[in-house]
């Protein structure tokens, strides 16, 4: 079992900049994969970016260049560092982690909601 929590949400104005974190709790040693999804009103969750094998990252395309998916291994904790937001950014931001052992098992946490304004 993996948990996530994630935190750092708000409000912020356009062009400006924010940074999520995720504390992750549980058998960390088993997460194969972990990165951040985003959710918008009537859109089906997407990637914004993952860390893949070892420190491999995927980025979506409108992530590239704005936005920088980091971590803390010492302190358990992932980041989000988005900069140049736009209002299409707004979302709410989940932090999640993949185990695959025997069997998939995709985590998540509770989420935490960004909204941009022009």
């Known amino acids: 079992q993996v948990q996530l929590v994630e935190s750092g949400g708000g409000l912020v104005q356009a062009g400006g900049s924010l940074t999520l974190t995720c504390l992750i709790s549980g058998s960390i040693s088993s997460i194969n994969a972990m990165g951040w999804y985003r959710q918008s009103p009537g859109n089906e969750r997407e990637l914004v970016g993952i860390f893949t094998s070892g420190n491999s990252i995927t980025y979506s395309d409108s992530a590239k260049g704005r936005f920088a998916v980091t971590r803390n291994n010492d302190k358990n904790t992932m980041y989000l560092q988005m900069h140049n937001l736009k209002p299409e950014d707004t979302a709410v931001y989940y932090c999640?982690?993949?185990?695959?052992?025997?069997?998939?098992?995709?985590?998540w946490g509770q989420g935490t909601q960004v909204t941009v304004s022009s």
């Open positions: 999640a982690a993949v185990v695959i052992s025997g069997t998939f098992s995709q985590y």
